[in-house]
């Protein structure tokens, strides 16, 4: 069994902030992926799926962010899932926006809702890293997670979120390669090597007909004048 945690701040005014990517990525794949309704428990909003064959809970804790490691700790208890077997994501300033990198334990960088959660059930849990930018000074870093995904911005974070739901199954069978690709074919995926997309090819033009040689005129004089102008 799996533990997939979104991280995000519980209630409408939250509900678009950047720091809320966790949350929609777990929504997205609850919908995806034909989860239970989501229900109260684990001071968290939980549901279950199967994903790649494993039983898959999804929980986005609403204690907000600072106390996530809370409903992360009890939820992993009721459940008997070690650390291992926890996945979280999260945002992370440290990425450009619409990247996604999967990494297995380590520090906190400072991200308050992984400190927390480091608190409850310890550093070896697997996190899923999304992207958000850094707005370029440390003094500005509460107030950018805070605000919402800018209009300009939605088209890169769809992309993202469902290739984080396209790529789940995976996760859940261990597979961050496999997690990893998926995402890619959302967020850069191939193009063929003419520049044009797959399947179309340059329409064919047909060469200018050639226009048929004109007939000469018929000779209308006799034998006799044809040799006799030979000679003039």
């Known amino acids: 069994m799996r533990l997939f945690v979104g991280l995000g701040n519980p209630g409408a005014k939250y509900a678009g902030n950047r720091h809320n990517i966790g949350f929609m990525v777990l929504d997205r794949i609850a919908a995806d992926h034909g989860a239970a309704p989501w229900r109260s428990k684990f001071q968290a909003e939980v549901?279950?799926?199967?994903?790649?064959?494993?039983k898959t809970v999804l929980l986005k804790p609403q204690t907000f962010m600072n106390l996530s490691g809370q409903s992360v700790g009890e939820a992993a208890r009721f459940y008997k899932i070690a650390p291992e077997d926890v996945v979280v994501f999260h945002d992370e300033l440290d990425l450009a926006p619409g990247k996604a990198r999967v990494k297995q334990g380590g520090g906190h960088a400072g991200h308050n809702g992984l400190r927390s959660i480091h608190q409850h059930i310890g550093s070896e849990y697997g996190r899923v890293r999304l992207g958000i930018g850094h707005p370029g000074h440390k003094d500005r870093v509460s107030g950018y997670v805070l605000s919402d995904f800018a209009k300009a911005e939605e088209a890169w974070l769809d992309d993202l979120i469902r290739g984080c739901s396209d790529g789940a199954p995976a996760l859940a069978k261990g597979d961050g390669a496999k997690f990893m690709n998926a995402v890619a074919l959302r967020t850069a995926p191939p193009r063929s090597s003419g520049g044009e997309k797959p399947g179309k090819k340059a329409p064919k033009t047909e060469a200018p007909a050639k226009p048929e040689a004109e007939?000469?005129?018929?000779?209308?004089?006799?034998?006799?004048?044809r040799l006799a102008d030979k000679f003039r």
């Not at 549901?47 to 494993?54: D, P």
């Not at 007939?215 to 004048?225: F, V």
């Open 47 to 54: 549901t279950e799926a199967v994903l790649g064959g494993e």
């Open 215 to 225: 007939a000469a005129p018929e000779d209308a004089r006799s034998p006799l004048q």
